[in-house]
């Protein structure tokens, strides 16, 4: 059983489009994390989300972690080709990581 | 990037054969990590290290042991690996645990 689901599992969509990964689990954590993995890599951090509201902004890419610290989202603004990857969550208690099985975006030029 | 390395990066083995995985850092970080990723189960945790000669059991533990006999190097090994170890497996590093982890290139095994 996976302690965080994330949806869609797969999304695939045109070069310019606005997409959205979820990720939800009935736990709280201290802390939540996205990752991106490309294929033959491992995942790479993109953003810790710390406080319960909390919304971080990378140039396209906002991240939000819900009020009771158990759900969060990335939203990716005007996507293009190079956004392709993997997308993981990763929750954190006592100092481990607990992932999501992660959601493959594509973006078609 | 961090410096970290996985060896071998591909392997094939046989059914109730010993494997050995070897992670490499020169970051001097005291936490290591191995993972195994499967489709539709992202990242499980296998065991982890918190310094050397100290390791606990992460949630996928079963079939798996590793040592650390100095900071640079975490092994993992199969003892007698099944076709259930078929996976890609990775390393990671972080000098604080529950900050940001570093990830290795990860090792592709096919157990026939």
């Known amino acids: 059983t996976q302690l965080l689901e994330q949806s869609p599992q797969f999304l695939s969509i045109q070069e310019g489009e606005n997409l959205t990964v979820y990720c939800n689990s009935s736990s709280v954590f201290s802390s939540l994390q996205w990752y991106r993995q490309e294929p033959g890599e491992g995942p790479v951090l993109l953003v810790t989300?710390?406080?319960?509201?909390e919304v971080k902004k990378l140039k396209r890419l906002t991240f939000q972690f819900g009020d009771a610290r158990k759900d969060s989202s990335l939203h990716i603004t005007a996507a293009q080709p190079g956004d392709t990857g993997l997308y993981l969550c990763a929750g954190i208690n006592d100092y481990k990581l607990s992932f999501g099985a992660g959601t493959t975006v594509t973006v078609r030029a | 990037d961090a410096g970290i390395t996985q060896s071998p990066r591909h392997k094939v083995t046989e059914t109730g054969t010993p494997v050995t995985l070897r992670c490499h850092q020169t970051?001097?970080?005291?936490?290591m990590y191995w993972y195994r990723q499967d489709p539709g189960h992202g990242l499980r945790l296998i065991h982890y290290?918190?310094?050397?000669?100290?390791?606990d059991k992460g949630e996928v533990s079963d079939g798996y042991s590793v040592s650390r006999s100095k900071t640079e190097d975490f092994l993992l090994t199969l003892e007698s690996a099944t076709s259930s170890q078929t996976s890609v497996y990775f390393c990671a590093i972080t000098d604080r645990p529950g900050v940001t982890q570093y990830f290795g290139p990860g090792t592709r095994l096919l157990v026939l």
């Open positions: 989300v710390v406080t319960g509201g």
């Open positions: 970051e001097n970080h005291r936490y």
């Open positions: 290290s918190y310094g050397v000669k100290d390791t």
